[in-house]
């Protein structure tokens, strides 16, 4: 599954109209960007077929073969991925007193998933979307900022520990190449995790590095140190335990090795062998390529670096060009399928929910004062 690594929530603010000149800008931005992804597509494309050469009659025939349980146990997979996230977030919200359930949430994860995996750079929409609904479900404005911060910065740490894992593994001098950068951006995530469970801490650094350089900065950047500062006081008050927040970290944990147990369901789906040393490794890498904010979900970019990072890890072109597309029918496409039916039922639950607020104020404005 996709997830929302470390950023900051998306916070809706009252902003001006756009002048005519800034929506003639958006446009060529626009504009330049479907270019981009288009020939970021198209390279793939290219990739994939130049690579295969003679080899499109195995990838063919890889399908032909295909093994539909090891499919369905990586949907499986999926689905429990989808419900650690959801554990993850509901343990959050439950901190800052929340009384929602699991179940509240499963449709949300879903949905806002939808939404990072179809836009670019999705992930920054996906968080507006789910604070939005986790006001509808009674957050206020701090607590669900908070848990969209904290979900993001402990998935980057469960996502470098796996990361780290798989470099700790795998076979040859490669090993030593990546564990010292990995280990620093691990050191990283879990420092900005543990900040993010002591806020108190963080708003005080916040307050320091303000007075030190007021007068060194500009206004505009004042003004936004400030404004993070008064939020993360807000947040002081959610203070999780060290048991639940080993807890939150695990369900992270579990929730990118499920995802890297569908990678292997699709390998073993089309007949290709494991690199067990390195499978775990080639999986962080493509998650890496996910977060890249080129085209929607790392559509094209992962598929080509996956297959090229399997098949230097000596898995043969065709099944590793395979396996990655069945990898990616069930983490991307079946997610997407049920995650924007999850954002209709939502989108349709909220109308019925707002219709019966408004009937219910109309209702107690019509009734007889005292």
Known sequence: MRHRLLGF?????????????????????????????LAVLAGAAAFVILGAGGNLGAIANSFDNLRWHWLLVGAGAELCSILCLSWLQHALLRTGGLGVRVRDLLPVTMASNAVA????????FAEGY?????????????????????????????????AVGGACVVQGPLRWQLLPALCTVLAGALVAAGLLRRTSVLSRLLSGSLKRAEHRLPASWCRHIRAAEAQ????????????????????????????????????????????????VLAYAAAQFLVALPVTPGGLGVVEGGLVEVLTRFKVPFSQA????????????????AIGWGAAALLAARNRRNDRTTGLVRTGAGDAPGC
């Not at 902003?15 to 504009?31: I, K, V, Y």
């Not at 939005?132 to 469960?158: D, F, I, K």
């Not at 008050?237 to 569908?262: I, K, Q, S």
């Not at 060009?321 to 997407?336: C, D, E, H, I, N």
């Open 130 to 162: 789910a604070f939005r609904q986790y006001q509808r479900l009674g957050a206020s404005r701090a607590l669900g900022a908070w848990a969209e911060l904290a979900a993001g910065a402990l998935a980057t740490a469960a996502l470098a520990s796996v």
């Open 321 to 336: 060009t395979a396996g990655t597309l069945m990898y990616r029918a069930v983490s991307y496409w079946f997610l997407l």
């Open 232 to 279: 993360t006081a807000q947040m002081g008050t959610f203070r999780p335990g060290a048991g639940l927040w080993a807890g939150c970290y695990l369900a992270a944990l579990a929730n990118w090795l499920c995802d890297a147990l569908v990678l292997i369901a699709g390998l073993l789906s089309v007949g290709g062998p494991v690199p067990w040393h390195d499978v």
């Open 117 to 124: 995996q179809s836009l670019p750079a999705g992930a920054l």
């Open 9 to 37: 929530a998306a916070v809706p603010m009252d902003e001006p109209p756009p002048t005519r000149h800034a929506q003639g800008g958006r446009s060529r931005r626009r504009l330049f960007r479907w270019g981009i992804e």
